[in-house]
Structures are given as C-alpha cells and as structure tokens.
C-alpha cells in the first residue's frame, strides 16, 4: 500500500485536490498500484488551524509519504500577517530536500490555437525547464528597514553540482540537447553556475550544451521556443520564466509541476496559484493539476499506462474544442462540465 499525502492549500487548491482524488478513483482500474490517501491543511489552511503554514503534523507525515500532491497556496487575506502561507511551500521544499522543480510544455497543432504565439512559432514545441529550488536568493539572508533591503543570493558547489547533474540525466532520456542560462556576465553565482556546467560536460559527450543569459532567453522562449530542449537554471530566473512558459501555453492553468528531491517524495502540484478571485465558482482550469497526477503516477509509481490514459483524455478533449474560460472567456465551459467531458473520454 503506497502513501499519497494531499496538501490541501488555499483557493482553488481546495476544489483541485477534491477533483484528484476524485481522478485516482476514476482511473483505478489501470492501476496496478494500491494507494492511501490522507489530506492535510497546508499554507493559509494550516495558519488557521495550527498557527503555521507548515506545521510539524505536515512534515512528519510528508516524510512517510510516498508522493505529495499540492493543491494551491496564498491567500490576500494573510498579506499582513508575519508568516504567509507561502513559507510553508518553501519550507517543505527543504526539508524534503526537494531541489529540482520540472515544468514541460508540448504543444500539439491541436493545443497551438489556445498560445497568444502563432501558430508556427509555437507548434511543435517540446521544452522542460528544470529549476533549482532550495538555494539562490529565496533562501538567502534578508534585511528590511524603512529606507534598506538586502537579499542574499548564494549558491554553493554542492547546490548547482546536484542540480546540473539532474539536468544532464533528463536530456539523455530525451533529444540530448542541454540549455544552462545564467547572468554570468554580472552575477558571481552565475560565474562559478557556468564554471561547474563546464566542467561536467565532459561527462555527457552525448549532449550537445550550450549558455545562455537570462535575459536573452527571456526573448528566446517566445520568438522560438521550439528551439530548446532541456533548460536549466538557478532558482529565481527559473520562477519567472517557468511562468513565462505556462503564458506562452495560453494559461497557467495548463502547466503540471513536480518537485524532486534524493529519495523521498517528490511533489506535485499545478504550476498557477490558489486564484481566490475564482474559488469555488467551479471556473478554475483543471488541467494543471489532473496532469500534475498524471506525472505523480508515472514519475513516483510506474504507472505509465493510467498517466497516459489521462493525458490523452485531456488531450482529445480540448482538441475537440471542450476548454475551460480561461481559455475561450466565449465558448468555455465550467469546470464540472470540462471535467465531465475528460471522464467521458478517459478509457478505463
């Protein structure tokens, strides 16, 4: 029996884990994996319960999971108070050790009409950008007064060895083409980021590798994102412009996420926000999330033919022109009906 840990989270997370365990009951009969399921309040939920977003209830029972599925975390409502909900996600990342985030992107001629890129910019594209998670300036010292702020952004060799190597790994599994982007120009980070690069290369002789500054991949993932294969980078320019990605989809609400660390449980979760504005007005893009189980399946269990059973049922569904609003604010539907349409399709 394998352990799933659902982080229930804030917004829109709440209606998201419910349609994914919802799911896992649906594609049960592919499954040759048995699975617990326990849901925990995290982040804002956890706040008003607990008294912190990441509670020691939440991490001893992470450490027993065998995957973590997140909803969503934030809320407006905890702006002012000295611990937000979004240190409890950052926290979970390092206790769990979670220091590669992976983000992908294919598109499809069928899914290029939802891009605001056109057509022949977008089609084709098969990109993934790892992130490194647990270092960089998220995790670096900080001061704030009136009239002064720092943060501290540092990297040591273990960090960026570990990560680098993880992003080598997944471009010989793929088109073994390997992308680093930094500021090496500027940064002292990003100067020993390209040293340690270079130096493993030659480990890889298969993979073709190559440097880029941030701010010209920047301009790159949307005049030729089909160009790339493998990304990586430190973890600030990885949050930008792994939402920069999701935008060039058509949607936040499009993009799976997983978290991987050495081990443990990996998480999963939707690479958009909790989206207060929209909760529980069954208008939130469920695919981010329905695909996030699908990589859980198949990255965490082996499960390979329900976690593309899934994927192909999302996929002929909004090729058949079934979104949700954010996606055609005219023709798109709720998401109970979206969801309705991606069961009908889902072959089980």
Known sequence: MKKILCLVGDGVGVELIDLSIELLAKIKPLLNTKFEIESIPFGGLAIDKYGHPFPPVVQ??????????????????????????????????????????????????????YSPLKPEIITGT???IVRE?????????????????????????????????????????????????????????????RKIVEEIAPQYPDIEVKHMYVD????????????????????????????????????????????????GAALYEPAHG??????????????????????????SFGEEVAATAIEQAISKTMAAGIVTKDLDKNEGVATSIFVTEIYKRLEV
Request: overall charge negative; some cysteine.
């Open 60 to 113: 001893i029972t992470a450490e027993k999971a065998d995957a973590i599925l997140l909803g969503a975390i934030g809320h407006p409502k905890y702006d002012a108070c000295t611990i937000r909900p979004e240190v409890g996600l950052l926290a979970i990342r390092k206790a769990l050790n979670l220091y590669a985030n992976i983000r992908g992107l294919t598109v499809t001629k069928e899914l290029a009409k």
């Open 216 to 263: 010209a991949f920047a301009m790159e993932l949307i005049s030729n994102p089909k160009a790339y294969d493998v990304v990586v980078m430190e973890n600030l320019f990885g949050d930008i412009l792994s939402d920069e990605l999701a935008a060039i989809a058509g949607s936040l609400g499009l993009l799976p996420s997983g978290s991987f660390g050495v081990g």
């Open 274 to 299: 909790s989206a207060p504005d929209i909760a529980g007005k069954d208008l939130v893009n469920p695919v981010a999330m329905l695909l996030s189980v699908a990589m859980m399946l198949r990255q």
């Open 133 to 193: 998670l647990i270092g960089g300036a998220y995790f670096g010292k900080k001061e704030l007064d009136e009239n002064y702020a720092v943060d501290e952004m540092a990297y040591d060799r273990a960090l960026i060895v570990q990560i680098v190597k993880y992003a080598f790994e997944l471009a010989q599994s793929r088109h073994k083409k390997l992308l680093s982007v930094d500021k090496a120009n500027v940064l002292a980070t990003s100067k020993l980021w």
């Open 126 to 128: 098969d990109i993934v």
